[in-house]
């Protein structure tokens, strides 16, 4: 785990001395991090970027447990680490940055040679259905929606990967919106084949839009309608479970469903930090080492 948090906070904070220098985040870190008076923080913010992505590699969901966790057993590695509501609020104040460092990483895998593409979007559920009527914490951006396992209420996390499972692009919408109604944000940027379930089906009109953009779609049928693919598609189809694979890992092992944020800010925060650490993990597992952080750099 050390080498984890060595090679994590190397990145993470090359990264960030980057981004700070220039004007953008250098606003966005007088804005959102540095105290205005009083005393300085007493972790940095790639301590705390860096210890908010490995907290998803012990599989622990609540924040508190963690900050336990490291108050105790780290405390050699991290010994200046605050109580708990200091850390909570540097770890709010974190969302600009390590969304940044999300949208990078995405950016990044985007640039593989990758010809076909998967899109597909999940439920990720605020509260348990019987305590609908009595969650407030979302209430402004969650709605009900309905997947093939029934009806949820919550927001929707859509996304495309490539080939080899890497996540390209995410984007959250509340629970009820339909998926093709955000294809055009989530394939921003990316061209190729995209292979989709029924739930993407498009007007003619605009799958002549997105042929211009040079972005073509394989489309799956609904059972009432007339099928017909090719070896190629069939063989593509096949392989959309990458997708949901991602999904299923997020869910199982990167504990991105969270029931218990007690403000927007900190749902949020918990499903970047929760995409971001899964990210980096899945290019170690492609590469099947380390990964070699300096390329990623600016």
Known sequence: MLKYITEIYTFVDNFLKKYTSLDTGKEMYLTYWQNKRGRDKSLSLSEVV?????????????LKAFHYLIKNEMYKYFPKVPNYENFLKSTNK?????????????????????????????DLPVCKNYNIYHHKVAKEIA??????????????????????????????????????KVLKEVLVDIKGIFVCDSGYLLKSEDLNNFINENKEFFIATRKNMKRMMTTEQKELFKKRSRIETDWDVLKERFDIVYTFARSVTGLLRHYIYSITSFIIKSKERNNHLFIDFKKYLF
């Open 50 to 62: 860096t210890l908010n992505i490995i907290r998803f590699y012990f599989h622990i969901s609540d």
């Open 143 to 180: 709605d009900r929606g309905k997947t093939t396992k029934g009806w949820f209420y919550g927001l929707k996390l859509h996304g495309v990967c490539n080939m080899n499972g890497e996540l390209e692009n995410v984007f959250f919408t509340a629970g009820n919106v339909h998926d093709n």
């Open 94 to 122: 974190s969302l600009g940055f390590i969304l940044v460092i999300m949208k990078y990483l995405l950016s990044k895998n985007q640039q593989t040679d990758s010809r076909y593409h998967f899109v597909d979007s999940t």
